[in-house]
């Protein structure tokens, strides 16, 4: 199998254009609107609670592993 000398330039080039656009496009900071303490995306006392709260996979009266 014998790869083209236009093939082996243009994925050069095409690793250079993605070397230079990663560069330059670097994060600096992260937004953190998302992720502020206690912000758990809803208007201030509309929140009705856990959505889905956690329940371990045993229920108390079956014979599972472990319990």
Same mark, same amino acid.
């Given at each position: 199998? +014998? !790869?083209? =000398? =236009?093939?082996? +330039?243009?994925?050069? %080039?095409? +690793? %250079? !254009? !993605? ?10 900071? !992260? @937004? ?7 912000? =758990? @995306?809803?208007a201030?006392? %509309?929140?009705?609670?856990? %959505? ?7 229920e ?8």
């Amino acid at each position: 199998m +014998v !790869i083209s =000398k =236009k093939t082996i +330039v243009l994925s050069l %080039a095409l +690793v %250079a !254009i !993605i070397c230079i656009v990663m560069s330059t496009t670097e994060a600096t900071n !992260i @937004g953190g609107g998302a992720m502020g303490e206690d912000n =758990k @995306g809803c208007a201030p006392g %509309a929140c009705m609670g856990q %959505a889905n709260p956690y329940t371990p996979g045993c229920e108390p009266g079956k014979e599972c592993r472990g319990g």
